[in-house]
């Protein structure tokens, strides 16, 4: 059985690189395994945070889910904070992973930053969390972007050490990398992941973005004044081309090279019309069901509480074998 666990964070709005990273490719894995899509909303606390903005923002990630395609006939849509077996088993999985494996998280670096000491304990033990996510389905497989492969290898760790000292339980599971935009950057500055947290809004595209704002922060992207090359490897001195480039071919589902074949030698102006056509062609559709879709609050929590009940089942299994092992009474 291939089962695929992963999630999104609600904090703030989603954007371009979540979409291009991980939820289109969500999609597209849906006939082939069994899938828990969820809203990470105990990872989402380990910043500062106002319990309003997280209620919403938690209806919003997944009428975004829905909007951008996920069925919940065949995939379960879910609430971390409703499956008490992903708490439980972090703590017992934290009890065993050395520090000095937390201690390489590079995005717990970055976001410290140099004042580590300051940070909640939440932000640090955070990998693990997503470690117990991942493990309590026994998935196998999690699609994410480029940025959270670290992450997926530590939880790898953690699985690997776990069945070693109490014998086979949880499938390794494989970090799922897919398509063009696998870490889409900020439209600022190519050097930078597009995110969340950058304080400029034309870094990003957010999900809730209409068509005019889409548009102007297209055309205000930073870019270089060459026109586009004919081959990738003239990419690779242009991040900010690059990034443009690759966001069109995964909106368009091509490749970089198909782009570059019909696109070549023209100036950005003019592609960047084309890129801001297609990406409200893209969007505009999933913004305004996600629209419709907030409309109806309690119709999105009876969707929660379905995908929670099947989830719960599974996970207060793995639990229940994971206590075992231990020697829980
Ligand atoms: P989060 O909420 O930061 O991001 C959600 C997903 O979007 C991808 N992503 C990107 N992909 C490409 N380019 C970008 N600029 C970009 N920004 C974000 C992320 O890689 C991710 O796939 N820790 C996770 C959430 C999590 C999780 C899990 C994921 C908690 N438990 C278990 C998988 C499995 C996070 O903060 O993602």
Redesign the pocket.
């Known amino acids: 059985m291939k089962r695929i666990?992963?999630?999104?964070?609600p904090?703030g709005n989603?954007?371009?690189?979540?979409?291009?990273?991980?939820?289109k490719n969500w999609v597209k894995l849906q006939d082939d395994y069994e899938c828990f899509y969820?809203v990470?909303d105990l990872?989402a606390i380990t910043l500062p945070q106002d319990p309003e903005a997280l209620r919403r923002a938690s209806r919003e990630v997944a009428c975004a889910y829905i909007a951008s395609g996920i069925d919940t006939n065949k995939s379960s849509l879910i609430v971390?904070s409703m499956m008490p077996a992903h708490t439980e088993l972090a703590w017992i999985l934290g009890s065993k992973v050395p520090l000095g494996w937390l201690n390489r998280m590079t995005?717990f670096k970055d976001k410290a930053g140099k004042d580590a000491g300051k940070q909640l304990l939440g932000l640090y033990s955070?990998?693990v969390?997503?470690a117990a996510?991942?493990l309590a389905y026994k998935?196998t497989h999690?699609?994410?972007?480029?940025?959270?492969?670290q992450?997926?290898e530590l939880?790898r760790d953690i699985a690997i050490a776990f069945n070693n000292t109490y014998g086979e339980i949880f499938p390794i599971p494989e970090p799922l990398i897919m398509g063009e935009?696998?870490?889409?950057?900020?439209l600022r500055d190519g050097k930078k992941?597009?995110?969340?947290s950058d304080e400029s809004d034309y870094s990003r595209i957010n999900m809730t973005d209409d068509a005019d704002t889409i548009m102007l922060k297209i055309r205000k992207a930073k870019t270089d004044p060459e026109p586009l090359p004919e081959t990738a490897k003239e990419l690779e001195s242009r991040p900010e081309a690059d990034n443009l480039i690759t966001i069109y071919a995964s909106l368009a589902d091509t490749t970089v090279a198909e782009v570059l074949k019909s696109h070549a030698g023209e100036q950005f102006s003019t592609f960047k019309k084309d890129l801001a056509d297609l990406a409200i062609s893209k969007l505009i559709p999933i913004t305004n069901r996600m629209r419709e879709l907030m409309a109806d609050p309690a119709e999105i929590d009876a969707i929660l509480k379905k995908g929670a009940d099947k989830a719960n089942a599974l996970t207060q299994k793995t639990l229940r074998e994971v206590k075992d092992r231990v020697g829980f009474l």
Do not use: W
Not at 14 to 23: E, R, V
Not at 142 to 149: I, S, T
Not at 181 to 186: H, N
């Open positions: 666990f992963s999630g999104m964070q904090t989603l954007h371009l690189g979540n979409y291009l990273g991980a939820l969820c990470v990872h971390q995005q955070y990998p969390l997503m996510d991942i998935a999690v699609p994410v972007g480029e940025d959270q492969k992450h997926v939880t935009a696998t870490r889409v950057m900020s992941k597009m995110s969340k």
